[in-house]
Every structure is written in structure tokens, then in C-alpha cells.
């Protein structure tokens, strides 16, 4: 009886366990890539700009990996509600790889990827839905 | 009687005193007030030019205050979130040229005063034409200083705005959306875009119909484009099948 219980026990920790892990799981949303290897006299095409529509309620995680072995340039992320800065990776004083949006309203923003200033950059941007 | 004939004349002065107000409020140093007024201008379209025309001849600095979260060249602090204009507004021709540019869907080149110094002789050669920069100075523009370079672009942009208002005082703002989005300037066919898509105020003549034909074809055009910024969304307005576009535009 007592070794049944004990399986029980380990059972329902084991799932609990296998639960959580897969609720905090984050739902990957989308990858993009972004390789400036020269810089033009059109900063437009020193840019990525994608649009994409992001769920009120749902936070999205941005993930930055920087290739600098090539080159030293770091993707800085801004999203754009219209001409409204909404999210970036950026701040005054630090520079960060991953970082968290939480989407207010239902629409289309715009994601917009660059290079400081005069710099070449490799960089994949992988977007998740945290759960 | 003479109630109803002067019913019009009263409208036009009080329109008028609404304009006055506003001009007089997006010369404050206060961006609240600033930025209700540049609303205001914006709704009033051409109406507005005349006295921001005469606004582009005060060569002062007006800093802003009350900015919060505003992100320009001025800006003290960066918060990470906020409006993002990309002009030296505190220069008051530059905050008049900004929306002349905004209700023109023109590039004369006000946006480039504050760019790094690395891209200001790049905006000076491939934007203005050497008989422009010749008016203004007589030495090569590699030889001026940063400062010189700048107020270079500034009084090039006065110069280049008035003279397309000599040209175009009677111009409608339908017809500058049109001419934005088939112009070669990737500046004026971004923002043209980005009108259409964000902007809640209206053009007047812009109608579904005006739209279908005047500038459906450009954005198909423009759908193509490599530049991302202009294709992406010129897409994004071809989508919107239930033209919800205009409609935020209350037309």
C-alpha cells in the first residue's frame, strides 16, 4: 500500500514537473535574418523593416544573436506603432540580446533592424509568444 | 437676412482666429501646445502654408520643453519609447519646414540638418543642385566646418521650400500625395506611404474613389520596390481590402 503511494506521489510530481515545463515553453513566432555588408548612400537600404501584426495581450520575446566575428555591428531593434517607439533593445546607457514586448493593442507594427551608424552587421532575430 | 449673408464671412474669420491661434501655439516652447497645433495646422492642409511660409523666415531657437517622452535631436533624455521625429524642432524654420514637408509630402531637405557628420557633404551634394549651393556659398563644401555645413542645408531646404511655394501656392494636397508616391525620392514616397497607412487626418478629394484612381497604380508599383520600407508597406495597404485606412481617416 505504502509503495503504491509513493508511486503515486512520484507520478504526480513527474507530471506536474512535465507540465510546467511545457507551459512555460515560449512558442517560437518567427526568425529573420539580417546581413548588411555594405553600407549604401540610401540609409533606407542600410535597414530591415518588416511589418507584423502582434496580438493584444500576447508578449513577445526578441532574441538577438550578433555574428561579430566578421562583423562588429549590433542589431538594434525598434517596434513601431506608426511614427511611436514602442520597443527597442536599446536604451541610453545598454544594449541588450533579449528583451520582452507586451503587445497593448491588436495591429499591425513595424519592426525595424539596424546597424549603428556606419557599421556592418550578421544578426538573427528569433521571435517567440511567451506563454 | 443679413444674418444668413454673413453667415459664411463670419465662418471664414472665425476659421481664421483658429488658424492665428494655432500658429501662434506651434511657435510655444511648449511641445503640448505644439503638438495639438501641429494637428490643428495639418487638418487646416494648404490653408496652414501661408503662415508657416512666413514662420520659415524667424531664424530662432525655440526649446522645447515638456517633451516627456518625445525622441528628436533635441532630447535630453531616451526613454526607450516615445514619438519619434526626426528634425531639429527646436530650430523654429525647421519645426515650420518639418510640417510643410508633412503637409506637402515634399523633401527639401530639412530632416538632413541634424544627421551625423559623416553624411552632411553626402546631402549637400546628392540632394541640392550646385547652382543651389553656389547661391549660397563660394568655397568648396568639404572646406566648411561641420556648423557651416549644417546651416548650409538649412538655409538650401528655406530656399528649395519657398521656391517650389512660388511655383505651387495653389497646389491641393491630393495632388502632393499623388506626386509623393510617383516622385523618385524614397524620403517621399516613405512618408506618403506612411501617411495612408497611420495618419488619422484627412486629405480633402481623397476618397475611395480618388484612391482607386489616382494612386492605386503607384502603390502597386511601389509594392515592388526593394527598399523594404516602401514595399512592405505599400503591401500592407494593398491588403486592407475593407480600406480601413481611410476610414481611420474618417472618409
Same mark, same amino acid.
Given at each position: 500500500m505504502k509503495k503504491k503511494w509513493i508511486l503515486f506521489y512520484v507520478f504526480f510530481g513527474l507530471s506536474l514537473f512535465v507540465f510546467k515545463s511545457f507551459a512555460q515553453k515560449d512558442i517560437f513566432f518567427k526568425q529573420i535574418e539580417f546581413k548588411l555588408e555594405e553600407i549604401s548612400?540610401?540609409?533606407?537600404?542600410?535597414e530591415y523593416f518588416i511589418t507584423l501584426n502582434l496580438n493584444k495581450g500576447t508578449t513577445y520575446k526578441f532574441v538577438v544573436t550578433n555574428n561579430n566575428i566578421k562583423y562588429p555591428g549590433k542589431a538594434i531593434i525598434q517596434i513601431l506603432d506608426g511614427n511611436n517607439l514602442v520597443g527597442t533593445n536599446v536604451t541610453s546607457s545598454n544594449y541588450y540580446e533579449k528583451f520582452q514586448f507586451k503587445c497593448n493593442k491588436t495591429g499591425f507594427y513595424d519592426l525595424l533592424i539596424k546597424f549603428k551608424e556606419g557599421e556592418l552587421g550578421d544578426s538573427v532575430i528569433d521571435i517567440y509568444m511567451v506563454q | 437676412m443679413l444674418v444668413l449673408l454673413a453667415g459664411p464671412f463670419i465662418q471664414t474669420i472665425l476659421c481664421q482666429a483658429n488658424l492665428d491661434q494655432a500658429i501662434k501655439n506651434f511657435e510655444s516652447n511648449d511641445w503640448v501646445l505644439v503638438s495639438e497645433a501641429r494637428t490643428t495646422l495639418e487638418e487646416a492642409g494648404m490653408d496652414a502654408l501661408p503662415a508657416l511660409f512666413s514662420l520659415l523666415k524667424e531664424d530662432k531657437i525655440v526649446k522645447l520643453t515638456n517633451t516627456g517622452d518625445l525622441i528628436y535631436?533635441?532630447?535630453?533624455?531616451?526613454?526607450?519609447?516615445g514619438e519619434i521625429i526626426d528634425y531639429d524642432i527646436d530650430q523654429l524654420p525647421v519645426r515650420a519646414g518639418w510640417l510643410i514637408e508633412k503637409i506637402t =509630402?515634399?523633401? =527639401?531637405? =530639412?530632416?538632413?540638418?541634424?544627421?551625423?557628420e559623416i553624411n552632411l557633404v553626402n546631402h549637400i551634394k546628392y540632394h541640392f543642385s550646385s547652382s543651389e549651393i553656389e547661391q549660397f556659398i563660394?568655397?568648396?563644401?568639404?572646406?566648411?566646418s561641420i556648423d557651416e555645413q549644417r546651416e548650409l542645408i538649412k538655409d538650401l531646404s528655406v530656399y528649395n521650400a519657398q521656391n517650389w511655394w512660388k511655383d505651387n501656392a495653389s497646389a491641393d494636397r491630393l495632388d502632393c500625395l499623388e506626386s509623393a508616391l510617383s516622385s523618385k525620392d524614397d524620403k517621399r514616397q516613405v512618408d506618403a506611404l506612411q501617411y495612408l497607412r497611420t495618419s488619422t487626418v484627412p486629405v480633402e478629394g481623397l476618397t475611395k474613389e480618388a484612391y482607386n484612381k489616382k494612386l492605386l497604380p503607384q502603390i502597386k508599383k511601389l509594392a515592388g520596390d526593394q527598399t523594404k520600407r516602401i514595399s512592405e508597406q505599400a503591401k500592407y495597404i494593398l491588403n486592407d481590402k475593407t480600406y480601413e485606412f481611410l476610414k481611420i481617416k474618417g472618409l
Amino acid at each position: 500500500m505504502k509503495k503504491k503511494w509513493i508511486l503515486f506521489y512520484v507520478f504526480f510530481g513527474l507530471s506536474l514537473f512535465v507540465f510546467k515545463s511545457f507551459a512555460q515553453k515560449d512558442i517560437f513566432f518567427k526568425q529573420i535574418e539580417f546581413k548588411l555588408e555594405e553600407i549604401s548612400k540610401n540609409s533606407y537600404e542600410n535597414e530591415y523593416f518588416i511589418t507584423l501584426n502582434l496580438n493584444k495581450g500576447t508578449t513577445y520575446k526578441f532574441v538577438v544573436t550578433n555574428n561579430n566575428i566578421k562583423y562588429p555591428g549590433k542589431a538594434i531593434i525598434q517596434i513601431l506603432d506608426g511614427n511611436n517607439l514602442v520597443g527597442t533593445n536599446v536604451t541610453s546607457s545598454n544594449y541588450y540580446e533579449k528583451f520582452q514586448f507586451k503587445c497593448n493593442k491588436t495591429g499591425f507594427y513595424d519592426l525595424l533592424i539596424k546597424f549603428k551608424e556606419g557599421e556592418l552587421g550578421d544578426s538573427v532575430i528569433d521571435i517567440y509568444m511567451v506563454q | 437676412m443679413l444674418v444668413l449673408l454673413a453667415g459664411p464671412f463670419i465662418q471664414t474669420i472665425l476659421c481664421q482666429a483658429n488658424l492665428d491661434q494655432a500658429i501662434k501655439n506651434f511657435e510655444s516652447n511648449d511641445w503640448v501646445l505644439v503638438s495639438e497645433a501641429r494637428t490643428t495646422l495639418e487638418e487646416a492642409g494648404m490653408d496652414a502654408l501661408p503662415a508657416l511660409f512666413s514662420l520659415l523666415k524667424e531664424d530662432k531657437i525655440v526649446k522645447l520643453t515638456n517633451t516627456g517622452d518625445l525622441i528628436y535631436p533635441g532630447a535630453v533624455r531616451f526613454y526607450g519609447h516615445g514619438e519619434i521625429i526626426d528634425y531639429d524642432i527646436d530650430q523654429l524654420p525647421v519645426r515650420a519646414g518639418w510640417l510643410i514637408e508633412k503637409i506637402t =509630402f515634399q523633401n =527639401f531637405g =530639412f530632416s538632413y540638418i541634424h544627421d551625423l557628420e559623416i553624411n552632411l557633404v553626402n546631402h549637400i551634394k546628392y540632394h541640392f543642385s550646385s547652382s543651389e549651393i553656389e547661391q549660397f556659398i563660394s568655397k568648396p563644401v568639404n572646406s566648411l566646418s561641420i556648423d557651416e555645413q549644417r546651416e548650409l542645408i538649412k538655409d538650401l531646404s528655406v530656399y528649395n521650400a519657398q521656391n517650389w511655394w512660388k511655383d505651387n501656392a495653389s497646389a491641393d494636397r491630393l495632388d502632393c500625395l499623388e506626386s509623393a508616391l510617383s516622385s523618385k525620392d524614397d524620403k517621399r514616397q516613405v512618408d506618403a506611404l506612411q501617411y495612408l497607412r497611420t495618419s488619422t487626418v484627412p486629405v480633402e478629394g481623397l476618397t475611395k474613389e480618388a484612391y482607386n484612381k489616382k494612386l492605386l497604380p503607384q502603390i502597386k508599383k511601389l509594392a515592388g520596390d526593394q527598399t523594404k520600407r516602401i514595399s512592405e508597406q505599400a503591401k500592407y495597404i494593398l491588403n486592407d481590402k475593407t480600406y480601413e485606412f481611410l476610414k481611420i481617416k474618417g472618409l
